[in-house]
């Protein structure tokens, strides 16, 4: 009998131990696989190559995230309105899928670091007349459900009282709509409204301007109690930068002005 | 006629999707039948108001949209449950349950279309209640409800276009990522549409000519 | 017990916007509804004619409804069809696809009733003097719907869940739409797609008690 509680604690003991010892970090390294989600409809963050498979920035990143860990990538490619939901059931570890830091959002998962910073653009249909930001009044437009953009522009377009905001599921169906007129414009990171102009996929479309949105910093994330591998991730952030990978992936798929990545007079 | 930019590797890419929403239609069509079958039965047996539990739980997957499902059990077994189980898991468990939703009723319906009067004559000739069910009640109540299930796999089968949301690439989400990159939005449209015609236009009219040819005698 | 923080009162406390959606979700499903049970009765008489062509384009609609996920007839009416340069806003895009799907399910379901009446009645009706038309909309049609009552009732509850789909094509003002913005600003996934099933259970009750009612004080006989 004494044999057989002893025997029953100590199972119960190193089961325990088990559980407190499981913490992602390990279990990654353990499983050999990183599995980042990525949003592939974000051109030149994530998007698709001739033969369907994904390139891009987020894409490198998370390479670059699994070789410093030593295991094997997998790019789960996730839309951007499934990006928690699939970080919090499990399907990925972390993401490297452009998402604003924002505080609301801080409340369900732990973000690391910025790893790029956007700056957003308008873009509009050439037929409809838009030249600026402030044109846009009255219009309608559109922008990726979920995104830090479009939660801005809707409350812009709540603000100014007229025109129509219209979320779409992805980005790809926001410039659908907009080259086939649906909508007039769209605010957008100015990376993705430049390298969508470039493909020539949608003809009648240019980027009219700057949209006066504060700087969205977006961050990689993770399970919000994972401190391990939140505290890898930012090192690993900063490692990216020191190294100068940062800039030569910038150079790679976007081109131009590295964006920093630090707020002045702050301290995170 | 077309120009496309549509190459063959595209197209083994749409394949791909089609096999996709065929797999999961298959396995929650199969194991949605069988639970159909078993509730449908021991409804029955039990009696309306000993079965109620179980057909308040059916029912709430027949009133609430499919996306809702979906997205609720991605939630609950991953952020609730953290457990580690693929999309494509749940999108079959949750198929097979709204499938079973469903069959439960057909089963039932068929069941209740066989003539009480016929089964007390077979019990009275000394069949046990398997045998009933066997030679008198299945092939009977199988006119009934097979063209009913036919239409119900081909309903699964489209509705299985929603699972995108637990990120399975299924054939309708395989033409939207062909549509990004391409952007000939009304063509692929076209090719994934004529795919779900050509599979489920013959079956659903193989259902009704079954509907009609046994109606009758 | 479970790895997760319920955060209910922060669901909660969006309730009266989802309140707001439901509403226009029972818009769209009652208008796609009733244009879509004129719709229906029309492509019953496009198929009852003699005319080739008209039962040509009747049994197309009513297959293409029946064959493809309504999920693609809403992405169509929206993305597929400005490929023509004709435009649709989100609302009339949802909207035209369930109507286009309602019209194709009912006009089935009507064929289905149709051969419960028997033909004599429509000759009786002729003899009197009534013209075919005449014979149809007084004789056939009340009938006809009155058979296929239940079935209307299961596409009404249809044309509910179906709203879900506006999203796709950018609605964002429907129970659904509204749902998802605030799963986007908030991430509490579970709780807020959890008070949306009960809200689309609630009034598919509503859908289903309502038409019981509503079936026992007219066809009393």
Redesign the interface.
């Given at each position: 009998m004494k044999m057989i509680t002893l025997a029953a604690a100590l199972v119960a003991a190193t089961g325990f131990a088990g559980v407190a010892q499981a913490d992602k970090l390990d279990d990654i390294i353990a499983s050999g696989t990183l599995r980042c989600a990525v949003v592939l409809d974000f051109p030149p963050m994530g998007m698709r190559d001739a033969n369907n498979e994904p390139i891009g920035f987020d894409v490198d990143y998370c390479n670059d995230l699994a070789k410093a860990l030593g295991v094997k990538a997998e790019i789960v490619e996730t839309p951007f309105p499934e990006r928690i939901p699939a970080l919090m059931s499990g399907r990925v570890d972390v993401g490297v899928a452009s998402t604003s830091d924002t505080l609301e959002r801080a409340k369900t998962v732990g973000f690391s670091v910025p790893y790029f910073a956007f700056e957003m653009a308008v873009t509009a249909n050439e037929k409809s007349g838009i030249k600026s930001f402030d044109d846009m009044k009255g219009h309608t437009v559109g922008a990726t459900a979920g995104t830090f953009e479009a939660i801005a522009l809707e409350k812009q377009v709540q603000e100014w009282g007229t025109g129509e905001f219209r979320p779409y599921q992805t980005q790809a169906d926001v410039f659908l709509a907009l080259s086939q007129g649906q909508i007039d414009a769209t605010v957008s990171t100015s990376t993705v409204a430049m390298a969508n102009v470039k493909t020539g996929n949608f003809p009648g479309i240019s980027v009219v301007g700057k949209a006066p949105f504060d700087t969205d910093y977006v961050a990689l994330f993770t399970n919000r109690d994972e401190y391990g591998l939140i505290n890898y991730l930012n090192l690993f952030v900063n490692q990216q930068v020191r190294t100068g990978r940062y800039a030569e992936l910038y150079e790679k798929w976007v081109g131009g002005d590295l964006p920093s990545l630090t707020v002045p007079n702050a301290y995170r | 006629m077309f120009h496309t930019a549509l190459?063959s590797?595209?197209l083994i890419?749409l394949a791909k999707g089609a096999g996709m929403t065929i797999l999961v239609t298959a396995i929650s069509v199969f194991i949605g039948t069988l639970l159909g079958i078993v509730f449908g039965v021991l409804r029955g047996q039990l009696g309306p108001i000993w079965f109620a539990p179980v057909t308040f739980v059916l029912d709430?997957f027949?009133?609430?949209?499919?996306?809702?499902?979906l997205?609720?059990a991605?939630?609950?077994?991953?952020?609730?449950?953290?457990?580690?189980?693929?999309?494509l898991t749940?999108a079959c468990m949750v198929l097979s349950l709204y499938t079973a939703a469903y069959c439960t009723e057909i089963v039932r319906g068929g069941i209740h279309a066989v003539p009480a009067t016929t089964r007390r004559a077979a019990r009275s000739l000394g069949m046990s209640w398997l045998q009933d069910m066997r030679y008198i009640v299945l092939p009977l109540a199988t006119r009934i409800a097979l063209p009913s299930w036919i239409g119900l796999a081909?309903g699964v089968m489209?509705?299985s276009?929603?699972v995108?949301?637990v990120?399975v690439?299924e054939l309708?989400k395989s033409t939207?990522?062909?549509?990004?990159?391409?952007?000939e939005?009304?063509f692929l449209?076209?090719i994934?549409?004529a795919f779900?015609?050509i599979i489920?236009?013959p079956l659903?009219r193989f259902g009704g000519y079954l509907e009609k040819r046994w109606s009758n005698d | 017990m479970f790895g997760y923080t319920f955060q209910w009162n922060q669901a909660l406390a969006r309730l009266p916007k989802m309140l707001d959606g439901a509403a226009v979700t029972m818009e769209v499903a009652v208008l796609s509804m009733l244009i879509g049970i004129a719709l229906a009765v029309l492509l019953t008489l496009l198929r009852l004619s003699g005319s080739r062509p008209l039962k040509a384009i009747a049994t197309t609609w009513v297959e293409i409804a029946r064959n493809t996920p309504a999920l693609f007839q809403i992405y169509m009416a929206h993305f597929g069809v400005a490929s023509f340069g004709i435009h649709f806003s989100p609302f009339t895009s949802l909207l035209i696809g369930i109507t286009f799907n309602n019209a194709g399910y009912l006009a089935e379901n009507f064929r289905g009733a149709l051969k419960a009446i028997p033909d004599t009645q429509t000759r009786a009706g002729r003899s009197l003097g009534m013209s075919q038309l005449q014979a149809f909309r007084y004789i056939i049609l009340p009938q006809m719907l009155r058979i296929a009552f239940l079935p209307m009732t299961n596409q009404m509850v249809w044309a509910v869940l179906m709203t879900s789909l506006g999203v796709t094509v950018g609605m964002n003002t429907d129970l659904y739409g509204v749902t998802q913005d605030l799963n986007a600003l908030t991430f509490r996934t579970f709780e807020l797609f959890a008070i949306a099933a009960v809200i689309f259970y609630i009034i598919t009750k509503i859908i289903t008690l309502g038409a019981r009612l509503i079936a026992s004080r007219l066809f009393r006989y």
């Open positions: - | 190459t590797a595209d890419f709430i027949r009133s609430v949209p499919l996306l809702i499902q997205v609720l991605n939630a609950f077994v991953g952020m609730v449950l953290r457990l580690h189980i693929s999309g749940v081909l489209k509705d276009a929603l995108y949301v990120q690439t309708l939207q990522i062909l549509i990004t990159r391409l952007q939005p009304l449209l076209l994934c549409g779900y015609f489920s236009f659903a | -």
